[in-house]
């Protein structure tokens, strides 16, 4: 028989978490920008609409131009999207595009209906099956 004694075990809580912290940091960073960077290559620019239901045209390039991502410390989460863009302090544009729905029009009273045109649905989805391997031996 073999025989062993434990007399101390030692856990260095503060090394443990603050690896874990910057992991955590690292590897959704990587992901913020690997969806960014999916979801701005979603978008074509070209002087049509694009068919509802598959990514926005970019006539501008603002769209494309502003789409961000973000480490959320206290959360420890990350945000992807783009910034609210503003036009006569309506920002609604990249709301409207990933999920449809009306706005007032340009001229009248008149409201305006728009059908979705996924974006960053569909570059997060895309991107989700690489976040394990993200983490796999993350942890150092």
Same mark, same amino acid.
């Given at each position: 028989m073999f025989g062993f004694e434990i007399t101390k075990l030692f856990f260095d809580k503060k090394a443990v978490t603050s690896r874990t912290d910057r992991?955590?940091? /690292? !590897? #959704? +960073? *990587?992901f913020g920008a690997f969806v960014r960077r999916t979801a701005r290559s979603s978008i074509r620019k070209r002087k049509k609409s694009s068919p509802p239901g598959s990514p926005p045209s970019s006539h501008v390039g603002l #769209? /494309? /131009?502003?789409?961000?991502?973000?480490?959320? @410390?206290? /959360?420890? +989460? !990350? !945000?992807i999207g783009p910034v609210q863009l503003t036009q006569k302090g309506r920002g609604e544009a990249p709301r409207l595009l990933e999920h449809g729905g009306t706005a007032p029009a340009k001229r009248g009273k008149k409201r305006a209906?728009? *059908? @979705? *045109?996924p974006y960053m649905g569909p570059a997060f989805e895309k991107e989700r099956p690489k976040l394990p391997a993200m983490w796999r031996d993350s942890i150092k």
């Open positions: 992991a955590t940091r /690292k !590897v #959704l +960073s *990587r #769209l /494309k /131009k502003f789409i961000f991502f973000g480490y959320e @410390p206290q /959360k420890r +989460s !990350v !945000v209906t728009y *059908r @979705p *045109r």
